[in-house]
């Protein structure tokens, strides 16, 4: 028997059933393969990423390193730039191409390489380092070459004539040197290519780089010639004008934006340098900033070029009047205010703007041309903007564009006869321009005097010098506001002085071929009093002259000179012409308050009687006198003497520690010790070489006194550098001895000083050695700080009441009421007067 053996997994099996063998493997085994080979890939992925995110750490690192590296080589020549060093700046420089390194060089020595003032702006440096934040960096894929975008910040001025800040992106490259990153020019590349916009009036060329800004520009500028034909009258632009402009992308075009003479002798072929060399806008206000730069540019060069602009004639002129038409055109603002007319007048001045004509460029810094660079420190250039503005606005009809046009003149009364069209005396012309300026300054804008006007006269002595000295006297009636010549043609060739508006002292004088002729005489109102006639030979020494002795006209003096001797004789008014005989005086006298004492210096006449050890200043003898002449005291050797009131008067004398300031009373006459020269110097830490050259006492005040002090060997010195120390000393009630000391300041240089009327400020004239004209400071009487300020002809005269003072200048006067920052104008066309007085009714 026999069968077939059969397992299990067999049963059920049939033969039909059996599975074919094919190619592909079954299920189990394919799943296990995908599984391995899912993973590999997976792991080789994984390991793909984690090489590539350490590639990716490493050139983060790297450039982080390089950018920090970048920004600190930036920084350190942004430094270099700031503090102009000019060793370490070259230091920082790549050598690639020379000629762009020389420019560098050149730019960094003029200050140009982040200064724009060429186009008015002021680059404010930071005292902080530029941060990563600050910086847009950009790398080329080879890590090699770095260009970087940064912004700077610069004050301008807006169109409305305020100064702002606005900030623009400058752009640098930089190279990776053998050991550091350099400074360096920009690829062939960097630029893009060229692209040519087409306006109205304007074709622009500019690189792929600029082009959003230059598109921009282009338009604004079209419209800006556009307006210009269009609304500056005489401009005279043809149907086919056009202007060309160029945008440089060459540093040099930065040099020669610099030049005053570039933008008058371009044309309207313009090239200028391109925004990014100059900075891009960053918002919009520094855009508008941007335009208004490319605008002063080109509106300049085309109003030289319509003109038909000689350059450089007359610059002054020329500036004045693009400047007024730039205003009108809305690209900068007329930069006067109206303390710089106040300024002007307070300066004295007198309406002549000729000396101005033929002003010369080498005279004016590199941006003379552009905008009032934050501040314009000289005063004249002011003047002449003020002649245009008021020829513009109220003498003429001519336009300021065929003002500009008529300067090829070559004399500026020409100029004027030509603008003004009318004949108008210059006299008038100037007269009527002071009065201008004073109608644009604050006061002039008032409508009425804070305080009263004084109730009088002002009376000024004119003096003119074509062939002889001939003075005139005026007299203006404050109430009538009308000048008067009281005595036309009486007196020919004269000198005149005064001291108020009813005394005078005319001293005529005749100089004849073999024969000189003196004659002096006292007015008084409307009389002239004969006082003494005198002559002498052709040639010999001798000379007559009468002059007031005291501001309250009761004493004349009388000075002879004669062969070498002076005689000095005290007259009264009361009896001058009825043959009083004066009284003779040693040397020129001080008075008391109530003109009844008087001191006078003796100088010693004999060498001998000189003490070498003791300064030419203590040297007199001081006698104190009666003006009849019946006392005479000596009270001793010593110099400056004051008054303190009617009866305590003062002196400085030598002691045992240098000088002494020392007062006494006329009853006693025993000089009271006050203070010495070490203690002084030594409280107030002075230099110990100072010497005592004034002492004024407040009369409304007696316990104050200012002295002033000068080094010992400059006592005698009458220039403008030598300083006067000036200290105010407060005294007890007695009059006996020191409270305080105090040292005010020691700015100011030759002068006399006084106080005030009221007693409220100090005034310090300080004398102009060159123009003789006198500097007048109102201080304040604790700090010494100046709150006033004017020049005038020397005389400062006031109202009793220490109210008004009077400002005397060539072609006016001005009343000054220094408490009330108010000015009161009253011009006139009499020239150059020396004297005034303000007289006031009783």
Not at 47 to 54: A, F, S, T, Y
Not at 157 to 177: C, D, F, K, P
Not at 577 to 597: I, R
Request: glycine fraction near 6%; aromatic fraction near 12%.
């Amino acid at each position: 028997m026999s069968f077939e053996w059969r397992t299990d997994e067999d049963e059920g099996w049939s033969e039909e059933g059996s599975v074919k063998e094919t190619a592909v493997p079954n299920q189990p085994f394919l799943r296990r393969r995908w599984r391995f080979l899912l993973g590999s890939l997976l792991g080789l992925l994984a390991v793909w990423l984690v090489v590539q995110w350490q590639i990716d750490q490493r050139v983060a690192e790297t450039t982080a390193t390089i950018e920090t590296e970048l920004l600190a080589t930036h920084n350190f020549v942004l430094q270099t730039a700031v503090s102009q060093d000019n060793d370490l700046f070259r230091a920082n420089l790549s050598g690639r191409n020379p000629d762009w390194t020389e420019l560098q060089k050149r730019l960094f020595a003029d200050g140009l390489l982040l200064d724009r003032p060429m186009l008015g702006w002021q680059h404010l440096a930071s005292a902080d380092r530029l941060a990563a934040e600050d910086v847009t960096i950009t790398l080329d894929p080879e890590l090699r070459t770095a260009e970087l975008r940064y912004s700077q910040t610069y004050a301008v001025q807006t169109a409305a004539g305020i100064t702002e800040t606005v900030t623009l992106a400058q752009t640098a490259v930089y190279r990776q040197g053998t050991s550091r990153w350099l400074y360096s020019p920009p690829d062939d590349d960097f630029w893009g290519d060229w692209i040519t916009y087409g306006g109205d009036y304007l074709t622009l060329v500019y690189t792929e780089r600029d082009r959003e800004v230059a598109v921009l520009l282009g338009v604004q500028l079209d419209r800006l010639l556009s307006q210009m034909c269009t609304e500056l009258q005489d401009l005279n632009c043809d149907p086919d004008f056009k202007v060309h402009l160029r945008f440089d992308t060459d540093p040099q075009s930065l040099l020669v934006l610099n030049e005053v003479e570039t933008m008058l002798k371009a044309g309207i072929q313009l090239e200028l340098p391109t925004p990014t060399l100059i900075g891009l806008p960053t918002d919009e206000a520094s855009a508008e900033v941007l335009y208004r730069a490319y605008g002063v540019q080109v509106a300049t060069a085309v109003l030289a070029h319509q003109i038909e602009y000689d350059c450089c004639r007359h610059q002054l002129f020329f500036r004045a009047l693009r400047d007024y038409q730039l205003d009108q055109l809305g690209l900068q603002t007329w930069p006067l205010t109206p303390a710089m007319y106040q300024q002007m007048l307070d300066v004295g001045f007198n309406g002549d703007v000729a000396r101005h004509w033929t002003r010369r460029w080498e005279e004016a810094p590199p941006q003379f041309l552009q905008v009032w660079v934050i501040e314009d420190p000289d005063p004249i250039w002011q003047q002449v903007y003020m002649l245009v503005e008021f020829l513009a606005g109220e003498e003429t009809a001519v336009s300021p564009t065929q003002m500009m046009r008529l300067m090829d003149r070559n004399n500026y009364d020409n100029w004027l006869a030509d603008v003004l069209q009318d004949g108008t005396q210059l006299s008038t012309l100037e007269s009527r321009f002071l009065g201008y300026i004073h109608a644009q300054t604050i006061a002039g804008q008032q409508a009425e005097p804070p305080i009263p006007l004084p109730q009088g006269s002002i009376t000024l002595v004119c003096e003119s010098y074509t062939d002889v000295i001939a003075s005139r006297i005026y007299s203006y009636n404050l109430a009538k506001q009308t000048w008067t010549e009281p005595f036309p043609g009486e007196f020919a060739e004269s000198y005149i002085s005064l001291v108020d508006g009813e005394h005078f002292v005319v001293n005529e004088y005749n100089f004849a071929e073999d024969l000189f002729q003196w004659k002096s005489s006292l007015v008084i109102g409307d009389e002239i009093i004969f006082l003494e006639e005198a002559e002498s030979e052709n040639g010999a020494d001798y000379w007559l002259y009468y002059f007031f002795a005291d501001a309250a006209a009761k004493y004349l003096l009388r000075y002879e000179h004669d062969e070498g001797q002076t005689n000095i004789g005290l007259l009264p008014v009361a009896c001058a012409g009825d043959g009083c005989a004066p009284v003779p005086l040693d040397g020129f006298p001080t008075f008391a308050p109530n003109k009844d004492h008087f001191f006078v210096l003796v100088y010693p006449t004999d060498s001998a009687e000189f003490e070498l050890d003791v300064p030419r200043q203590l040297q007199p003898s001081i006698v104190l006198m009666t003006p009849d002449g019946q006392q005479r005291q000596l009270l001793g050797r010593g110099g400056t003497p004051f008054w303190l009131n009617d009866t305590v008067y003062g002196y400085v004398q030598t002691g045992e520690e240098g000088w002494e300031l020392v007062t006494a009373v006329i009853t006693q006459n025993q000089p009271r010790y006050l203070l010495s020269q070490t203690e002084l110097l030594a409280e107030l830490q002075l230099p110990t070489d100072l010497i005592t050259t004034q002492v004024v006492a407040n009369l409304s005040n007696p316990q104050e006194l200012l002295l002033q002090l000068r080094h010992q060997e400059d006592v005698d010195a009458f220039a403008t550098n030598v300083p006067s120390y000036l200290v105010k000393l407060t005294l007890t009630p007695d009059l006996g001895e020191i409270e305080t000391a105090d040292w005010l300041r020691d700015d100011l240089t030759y002068g006399a000083m006084n106080f005030s009327v009221d007693g409220r400020y100090i005034i310090y004239g300080e004398l102009n050695p060159q123009s003789l004209n006198t500097a007048q400071h109102f201080l304040n009487i604790e700090t010494g700080q100046t709150e006033l300020s004017f020049n005038s002809n020397q005389s400062l005269s006031g109202s009793d009441d220490g109210q008004w003072y009077l400002q005397v200048a060539e072609n006016y006067v001005m009343l000054h009421a220094p408490q009330y920052d108010y000015q009161q104008f009253i011009p006139h066309n009499f020239g150059e007067c020396q004297q005034a007085a303000l007289s006031e009714e009783e």
